[in-house]
């Protein structure tokens, strides 16, 4: 619950950051008459809106159960992810089209002010997205996805301000960012298969269900997994149901026998479990 509530306090810094930012491209981008600025602005500002959402669901995520709920709110961070994704790929096609225009027809705006205002963007979603990094979960990473897009955006706007102060070639500024928006949908796209699959409630990637099996299957009295059901609720923790068919024995042994498949669904990161015993009939 503490590392969820730092992950909560980040990204309120991050949709805080973020937000007064924009306003500040915003202008900058009028003043500048950089209409790559003013179109990087409007991708932040929805960067900003989803930033805030996402805030919210996962404050909303670390509620406890409840008998409406009885698994808790931990899924509501992965709204948050979901969201994010999808104002990721949104956006990214927005710069596709402004990216692609601009092939045909540069345009050169105030190289100066492109720089000094790059150069605070690098800072500003710097730092915001080095907070997000440390979080856990796919909604924290995905939001760090977020501000690195506009990170690697900034880079290349200063290293296309310094160039255009020498030469006169606008034409890199499209090309760059075409770059970039491929290179960040590409692990946009990666996280927002595993948000998908959680919520499709797939196997967890982090367990492998063969050596499980295995394990369970050597321990002394078990004759067979009768039914085995693993899932994660969040992406960060795995549960399991597991029925198990063993042989007659004394409730000590059947208590040893509980702890010690317990112990390895732990060992094999599965934390939380439901374990059944069912004995063979005489």
Same mark, same amino acid.
């Given at each position: 619950? $503490?590392?969820? !509530?730092?992950?909560?306090?980040?990204?309120?810094?991050?949709?805080?950051?973020?937000?007064?930012?924009?306003?500040?491209?915003?202008?900058?981008?009028?003043?500048?008459?950089?209409?790559? @600025?003013?179109?990087?602005?409007?991708?932040?500002?929805?960067?900003?809106?989803?930033?805030?959402?996402?805030?919210?669901?996962?404050?909303?995520?670390?509620? #406890?159960? !409840? #008998? $409406?709920?009885?698994?808790?709110?931990?899924?509501?961070?992965?709204?948050?992810?979901?969201?994010?994704?999808?104002?990721? @790929?949104?956006?990214?096609?927005?710069? /596709?089209?402004?990216?692609?225009?601009?092939? /045909?027809?540069?345009?050169?705006?105030?190289?100066?002010?492109?720089?000094?205002?790059?150069?605070?963007?690098? *800072?500003?979603?710097?730092?915001?997205? *080095?907070?997000?990094?440390?979080?856990?979960?796919? &909604?924290?990473?995905?939001?760090?996805?977020?501000?690195?897009?506009?990170?690697?955006?900034?880079?290349?706007?200063?290293?296309?301000?310094?160039?255009?102060?020498?030469?006169?070639?606008?034409?890199?500024?499209?090309?760059?960012?075409?770059?970039?928006?491929?290179?960040?949908?590409?692990?946009?796209?990666? &996280?927002?298969?595993? !948000?998908?699959?959680?919520?499709?409630?797939?196997?967890?990637?982090?367990?492998?269900?063969? !050596?499980? =099996?295995?394990?369970?299957?050597?321990?002394?009295?078990?004759?067979? @997994?009768? =039914?085995?059901?693993?899932?994660?609720?969040?992406? =960060?923790?795995?549960?399991?149901?597991?029925?198990?068919?063993?042989?007659?024995?004394?409730?000590? #042994?059947?208590?040893?026998?509980?702890?010690?498949?317990?112990?390895?669904? $732990?060992?094999?990161?599965?934390?939380?479990?439901?374990?059944?015993?069912?004995?063979?009939?005489?």
């Amino acid at each position: 619950m $503490k590392q969820d !509530t730092k992950t909560s306090k980040r990204m309120r810094l991050a949709f805080l950051l973020n937000a007064g930012f924009t306003v500040i491209e915003i202008i900058g981008g009028i003043l500048t008459g950089s209409i790559a @600025i003013v179109a990087d602005a409007i991708h932040d500002l929805g960067d900003s809106l989803s930033l805030g959402a996402s805030w919210l669901l996962e404050k909303k995520s670390n509620k #406890e159960a !409840t #008998e $409406k709920f009885p698994f808790g709110y931990k899924r509501f961070s992965l709204l948050g992810a979901l969201l994010s994704g999808t104002v990721l @790929i949104t956006g990214s096609i927005y710069i /596709f089209y402004e990216a692609g225009k601009r092939l /045909f027809n540069p345009v050169s705006p105030h190289s100066e002010g492109m720089m000094w205002l790059a150069i605070l963007g690098v *800072l500003v979603n710097g730092f915001a997205a *080095l907070k997000l990094r440390h979080g856990e979960g796919l &909604n924290s990473k995905m939001l760090s996805w977020h501000l690195l897009e506009d990170v690697l955006g900034w880079v290349a706007v200063l290293v296309v301000s310094i160039i255009l102060q020498f030469k006169d070639i606008p034409i890199l500024d499209p090309l760059l960012s075409i770059g970039i928006t491929i290179y960040i949908l590409f692990h946009v796209i990666k &996280n927002l298969k595993k !948000t998908l699959l959680v919520l499709l409630e797939s196997t967890p990637e982090d367990v492998d269900m063969d !050596t499980l =099996k295995n394990k369970i299957l050597k321990q002394p009295g078990v004759i067979e @997994i009768q =039914k085995m059901h693993l899932w994660t609720l969040d992406g =960060k923790e795995n549960t399991s149901m597991i029925q198990l068919l063993v042989v007659n024995m004394t409730n000590e #042994e059947s208590n040893r026998l509980r702890a010690e498949v317990r112990e390895i669904l $732990k060992k094999e990161k599965v934390t939380v479990s439901t374990l059944e015993v069912n004995y063979l009939p005489e």
